[in-house]
Nanobody, 126 residues
Framework: VQLVESGGGLVQPGGSLSLSCSAS????????IGWFRQAPGKKREGVGC????????RYADSVKGRFTISRDNAKNTVYLQMRSLKPEDTAVYSC????????????????????WGQGTPVTVSS
């Protein structure tokens, strides 16, 4: 199983960026998928997740209303669309897949996830 994030980079405050999580060896559409980030010197935090079944999503309060997670099952890809970015959003962003499948639910806690990508860096700076 391999998860690969892409789309990171440098963006100005207030800007937008879209990250992708693609995979091999696993069908992302059959698993809850989480997005996480880790800023320098800080603990990893859950950004949000998307469930299987109805595709419901959950978000951390810090990104609610600004970030959107979606799936394209045909491409075996999950996206994290970020807008109104702030300097405090600067971090390495990673996606992860959960082996445990509960329809219409997904966890934000990182210890719930089993497969991880290497991450893609996002820097929000002028």
């Amino acid at each position: 199983v391999q998860l690969v994030e892409s789309g990171g980079g440098l963006v100005q405050p207030g800007g937008s960026l879209s990250l992708s999580c693609s995979a091999s060896g696993i069908t992302l559409g059959r698993h809850p998928i989480g997005w996480f980030r880790q800023a320098p010197g800080k603990k990893r935090e859950g950004v949000g997740c998307i469930s299987v079944g109805d595709g419901s999503t959950r978000y951390a309060d810090s990104v609610k209303g600004r970030f959107t997670i979606s799936r394209d099952n045909a491409k075996n890809t999950v996206y994290l669309q970020m807008r109104s970015l702030k300097p405090e959003d600067t971090a390495v962003y990673s996606c992860a897949a959960d082996k445990l499948i509960i329809p219409n639910l997904c966890p934000i806690a990182d210890y719930e996830y089993d497969y991880w990508g290497q991450g893609t860096p996002v820097t929000v700076s002028s």
